[in-house]
């Protein structure tokens, strides 16, 4: 699937996307934001606190205990400020 | 007539409200959110970013509640992204009715919405050459929240006293 990064959370991760496999048993974002936390120094500092990070299954926004199924894309960002 | 855009070009807003003026139209309310410079000063820019697919999505969907909810004879939800200095236009809202009413309240609903609703971040890119992304803020979250407690109503939320 592919994961988007946006904001603080890709300049912490360095990169924007990136196309993974996560194992069997990854079945929710907060699984996921686990299993990534063990790829590297920058996801750890991204993901160290879970609770201003938010996300969206195929570009819709979904808590993070919601169910992650096989979606295209995951994208996972802090709260969103526009207007 | 209905237009919603994330670009990076400036909007007109005159132009916008012109398109907007169809028949059975009767007026037309609108919101220009512009840059504003910190109370104490040192912003040099803000930097939005989004995310494209997902936030055309969202302010469409805003569009069709919107249109849902009161009767429209038009919407237009413009939000510009990139660099943007104070006093530029951000973001356009404008919604036109029969009736003033709906207008008015439709217009305050897309703004609202927005705000917590479509995937955009800030960050304020100070004078000193520091850059941090903007926090949501919670009364945001409240004005959202407020416009569900009045789902059958058509005026403004109570006790909002934004308009």
């Known amino acids: 699937m592919r994961i988007l990064y946006f904001a603080w959370l890709r300049e912490r991760i360095g990169k924007s996307s990136e196309e993974l496999e996560p194992p069997p048993g990854v079945d929710t974002p907060r699984a996921l934001i686990n299993w990534l936390r063990a790829r590297g120094p920058g996801y750890a500092e991204a993901f160290s606190d879970e609770k201003p990070v938010r996300c969206a299954i195929d570009q819709e926004f979904q808590p993070l205990d919601a169910p992650l199924g096989t979606p295209k894309e995951i994208g996972f960002f802090p709260p969103v400020t526009g207007g | ?163």
């Open chain 2, 1 to 163: 007539m209905r237009l919603v855009a994330v670009q990076e070009q400036d909007f007109d807003a005159g132009a916008l409200l012109a398109r907007l003026n169809s028949a059975g139209t009767g007026g037309m309310a609108s919101f220009t959110g512009i840059v504003r410079q910190l109370p104490g000063g040192g912003l040099r820019a803000l930097r939005l970013e989004h995310y494209p697919g997902m936030t055309e999505k969202a302010l469409e969907r805003l569009a069709d509640e919107a249109e849902a909810r009161w009767e429209l004879t038009g919407c237009v939800i413009i939000h510009r992204v990139g660099r943007l200095e104070p006093g530029q236009n951000i973001v356009f809202a404008a919604a036109s009715s029969a009736h003033r009413g709906d207008a008015l309240a439709a217009t305050a609903y897309l703004i609202d919405q927005l705000k917590t609703r479509a995937p955009f971040w800030k960050a304020e890119e100070m004078e000193s050459g520091a850059t941090h992304w903007v926090e949501a803020r919670e009364a945001d979250d409240e004005a959202t929240a407020a416009w569900s407690e009045t789902a059958n109503a058509t005026n403004l939320p109570r006790g909002q006293g934004r308009l």
